[in-house]
């Protein structure tokens, strides 16, 4: 038996198959051919490939099944003489879909396996059910209407046709499971949903369970409520089965094989709703989607992290090296804390700041932390066993972790694996795991990927994560917004998320984008085209490149645009974000992690960075619904910022390159989806719906179109007395109906006596649920409130400048400004000097710089043959101190001094000559000496700059407006400012 197929359980992938109807392979069938199962073909994961071969990494098995591996295990089978070789090869059939659809294995495409398609044949049993299907829901309808006038009492069958035709066409094992569970409804505020867990078993029993949150139409919460109202004995499959079997007998209809329901529900969801089969699939199979978590974000600690965003948050003086055992409590703080958890506050340690050298003593002191206050997944609080069993893993980490490494997606991803694949049982891998998924909470760590250390033999993990539009808008108003931040920082960090959000890219391919892989559509300025593609920096993750259409909202694209803007003059192949040459390591410290600290403090701890790539799969796959089912956005979302994004305009423009001015009727449909997955650099949509497209409650618009809560449509009387709460016979439905619908209201006595009433389900919503307390608690995301265009345009760019006409105490964004102001950005003069001081940090010049710099006499243009400025001064101690406080700071290391000592020629040089060097020049730097016969001796000080001759974009060697000169003029009005206005 294969050492890895001997995990695979044949009674799940029995039961699987069972609930849905797919296949009659038995459990030791299936169990005999996992027996025989070859070790399959090994193939180096993607993270391999990038290795320096130094490193021995145990590469995780991928979840595949190749051609070989099938061709081997079908000549095993061909050997069984008898007719048990049938048997094996539906086991072994089973087996593979099981793999495929549950533990989202790659598997042969369908022309190579050696059986008719899965998926056609499935879709063949629902079209076997065509009359029944029309049979059925014309059946249901009756039954539904006569309930409606008459209020019988609610049976567990009709309850489970309701659920099966008004929500999906769900399995018997989930609608018993619905119907048993009276925590199945969820509603916050005036939404209403029905939460339904994943019948696969989890691989960890500390993990919980997952689930899927689907729209829950008013009919059915209020059948459902009212059925769960009353106490039922549990009901059982078994049970519901016999039942429904004489529900349908009832309606006429052939119930041979009970197994085949669902293909009976789903064939009605078909033919009645035209819903296509991948999205039948979707709606049918809750464990093909999970529900993205409820989250709660305390405002003043949001606050606290807001203020803490652009903070340099590592302590460069601690040193932390991996102690020894007898210092292991004062290098491991969370031991003493495990030691004194009844005293927290007597077990200090600085949370704000992590050591250069070694990140973990503090990160384990953090996980601690949070498992005494918070408890874990499933228990609010933790023995404290349990906590030392979860957290005493320090011997455990046996390579320490910079803050270089942290702050690297790929030297973290390294290190990780290094600590991973040298634990020796499963149980410790285990522990390391919890501690991992800590880690990738930490914004220092946000991009650690979990998912390589995840079992091929249990379903995949999955982080499922949305930030809204409004969200977005929020992120980017704190990002760009100063005081914080240097200007030009504050620009690169809100256009990373914003590029991030709408090119659905990942971090590394944000960073790798070059300025000749952006391109604005000239006819249409928030119209964009990115090219994602393999770079010296390295490469996608599919090692393929692809292309990304899409559409920025002005008030967000004007800033892409002016990033874009300000690199005219570079050669194309430099890097869009950041300056020119800024190392990769430094555009992860400088402007990813900032905006990874800002999505968490507005979104929760639980949104990552990459959860703005899963935010814009999300819109792009509401973009491409709207353009195919063509409704309009006002039928599918409430809010404004959605709506501009649904537009015809915006879809129009974003799908341009594929319909080429063509109405969409008039293009092959059948690919929409295959065209989605190529831009968003997957090669399955089954990739994109379980890793990206989570919960199915926003698709319900669609398949089942007219019923969206937002889509207009028609009430009978009885089913409004019904919803509304009133009596079967109620006289009090005109008056509540005048209150809900000024139409109605306006209508005449004649016109009111009509049976349908047109009206929304949010109508109705807005009435019912107006007073109500919220079933589930949950704080607002945002206080955030949509403006227009043109005043969210205003807002952000004004926001990013702040006060133009003040001058500003950081030199690079007055330089900068002054560029502007010109029409010239010479981007790489600007980049030598932002990087002079040794880091790309916001270094503003300082109250005591700014005293010193009014002591000392006015700093002129040279008049040399090379720009440069001079200041000419007394040779004194007082003097040297004040100029150090200013031109030795890091800030003024472009500029390179020299000194020109005019001495008396009665003076002794000797005293001045010590005092030059002792006090003003610093070692390597140029001294002349000069002797006059009359006047006062004088120290003349030239400060040249040190930048090189920059490389322009060949097309634009012709602008020479901003050079050294403009630099060093710039540099001159600056400081005589400060020198004036003191």
Request: charged letters at 20%; a positive charge; proline letters at 5%.
């Amino acid at each position: 038996m294969s050492s890895l197929f001997n995990k695979l359980n044949p009674v799940e992938v029995y039961n699987y198959h069972q609930r849905q109807g797919l296949s009659n392979a038995g459990i030791d069938a299936i169990s005999w051919v996992i027996s025989q199962w070859p070790n399959p073909t090994l193939k180096a994961s993607n993270l391999s490939a990038q290795k320096p071969t130094n490193i021995s990494i145990c590469q995780p098995q991928r979840r595949e099944i190749t051609l070989q591996d099938l061709q081997v295990i079908n000549k095993i089978i061909s050997s069984v003489p008898t007719g048990k070789q049938r048997h094996y090869k539906s086991a072994l059939e089973a087996i593979i879909v099981y793999l495929k659809e549950v533990l989202k294995w790659q598997t042969p495409g369908v022309e190579k396996l050696p059986w008719p398609d899965p998926d056609l044949r499935w879709y063949e049993r629902i079209t076997a059910q065509a009359n029944d299907a029309f049979k059925l829901q014309a059946e249901y309808e009756n039954v539904k209407a006569q309930f409606l006038q008459q209020r019988s009492a609610l049976s567990a069958e009709f309850m489970a046709l309701i659920i099966a035709l008004e929500i999906a066409p769900l399995t018997i094992a989930h609608l018993v499971n619905i119907i048993n569970d009276k925590e199945s409804i969820q509603r916050i505020e005036r939404q209403t949903y029905l939460n339904i867990k994943h019948l696969d078993k989890s691989s960890n029993q500390d993990d919980l369970p997952k689930s899927s949150r689907y729209h829950l139409p008013l009919f059915v919460y209020q059948s459902l409520t009212e059925y769960q109202a009353y106490s039922h004995s549990k009901l059982t499959e078994k049970q519901l089965l016999k039942r429904l079997e004489t529900l349908l007998t009832s309606f006429s209809i052939s119930t041979q094989v009970s197994r085949h329901y669902q293909h009976l529900f789903q064939a009605v969801w078909h033919y009645r709703d035209h819903v296509v089969p991948t999205f039948l699939k979707d709606i049918s199979y809750p464990e093909r989607h999970v529900a993205t978590p409820l989250v709660s974000v305390d405002k003043k600690d949001q606050q606290r992290q807001l203020v803490r965003i652009y903070g340099i948050d590592y302590d460069e003086m601690a040193v932390t090296a991996i102690p020894k055992a007898n210092q292991a409590s004062k290098k491991w703080p969370h031991l003493e804390l495990q030691n004194n958890r009844n005293k927290i506050t007597e077990c200090v340690h600085d949370l704000s700041h992590w050591p250069v050298d070694n990140i973990l003593p503090t990160m384990l002191y953090r996980y601690t932390l949070e498992l005494i206050n918070f408890g874990g997944v499933k228990k609010q609080k933790l023995a404290d066993s349990t906590i030392k069993k979860y957290c005493n893993i320090q011997l455990k980490l046996t390579s320490p972790l910079s803050y270089d490494q942290a702050i690297d997606q790929e030297l973290l991803q390294q290190w990780s694996h290094n600590i991973y694949d040298n634990l020796a049982t499963e149980t410790e891998q285990l522990i390391m795991l919890y501690f991992f998924r800590f880690m990738r909470h930490q914004s220092l760590t946000d991009h650690l990927d979990i998912s390589q250390f995840e079992p091929p033999l249990s379903p995949p993990g999955v982080d499922p994560f949305r930030i809204s539009i409004e969200q977005l808008h929020e992120i980017v108003a704190k990002l760009i917004a100063p005081p914080y931040g240097g200007l030009l920082q504050r620009l690169f960090c809100a256009v990373t998320v914003i590029i991030s959000y709408f090119a659905m890219l990942r971090r590394g391919e944000l960073l790798r984008l070059r300025l000749k892989d952006v391109f604005v559509d000239p006819a249409n300025k928030q119209l964009f085209r990115f090219n994602i593609t393999n770079t010296k920096e390295g490469t996608t993750k599919s090692k393929h490149s692809r292309v990304v259409y899409t559409v920025i909202p002005e008030e967000f694209a004007i800033l892409v645009r002016i990033v874009i803007k300000n690199s005219e003059l570079c050669e194309p192949h430099q890097h869009l974000i950041g300056f020119t040459d800024e190392p990769y390591h430094s555009r992860q410290l400088q402007y990813l992690l900032p905006a990874t600290k800002c999505i968490k403090a507005i979104c929760g701890q639980q949104a990552r960075f990459h959860h703005l790539r899963h935010s814009g799969v999300h819109l792009f796959m509401l973009q491409a619904l709207h353009l195919a089912y063509n409704l309009p956005p006002q039928q599918t979302t409430n809010t404004e910022q959605m709506k501009r994004l649904l537009h015809d305009d915006v879809l129009a423009a974003r799908f341009d390159y594929w319909l080429e001015g063509q109405p969409f009727s008039l293009c092959n449909d059948g690919i929409l989806l295959d065209e989605m997955t190529r831009q968003i650099g997957h090669e399955y949509y089954a990739t994109t719906r379980w890793s990206y497209l989570h919960d199915i409650d926003w698709l319900y618009p669609f398949y089942r179109p007219g019923f969206g809560e937002s889509q207009p449509r028609e009430f009978s009387h009885s089913e409004l007395r019904y919803l509304l709460g009133l009596k079967n016979d109620s006289n009090d439905l005109s008056r509540q109906l005048a209150l809900i619908s000024p139409d109605y209201q306006a209508k005449d006595i004649n016109q009111k006596r009509q049976n349908h009433v047109l009206l929304t389900e949010t109508a109705l919503r807005q009435h019912l649920f107006k007073t109500n307390k919220n079933s589930v608690a949950q704080k607002p995301l945002s206080d955030f409130h949509t403006v227009s265009i043109a005043q969210d345009t205003v807002k952000y760019h004004q926001k990013w400048l702040g006060n133009a006409n003040k001058i500003s105490h950081d030199f690079l964004q007055y330089l900068f400004l002054e560029m502007r102001k010109v029409k010239e950005v010479n981007w790489p003069l600007l980049s030598q000097i932002s990087q002079s001081p040794g880091k790309y940090q916001f270094l503003p010049i300082t109250k005591a710089q700014i005293t010193a710099l009014s002591n000392l006499p006015a700093i002129v243009l040279s008049n040399g043959i090379h720009p440069a400025l001079t200041l000419t001064l007394a040779c004194n101690v007082k003097n040297a101190r004040h100029f150090a406080a200013v031109f030795r700071q890091p800030l003024w290391r472009w500029l390179a001094p020299s000194f020109v000592l005019t001495v008396n020629r009665k003076t002794k040089i000797d005293i001045l000559l010590n005092r030059l060097k002792d006090h003003f020049a610093q070692s390597g730097e140029t001294i002349t000496l000069q002797k006059q016969p009359v006047g006062q001796s004088e120290l003349t000080i030239t400060l040249t700059p040190k930048l090189s001759e920059t490389k322009l974009n060949p097309h634009k060697q012709h602008a020479k407006l901003v050079d050294l000169q403009f630099v060093v003029q710039q540099t001159q009005l600056y400081l005589s400012h400060f020198q004036q206005n003191n």
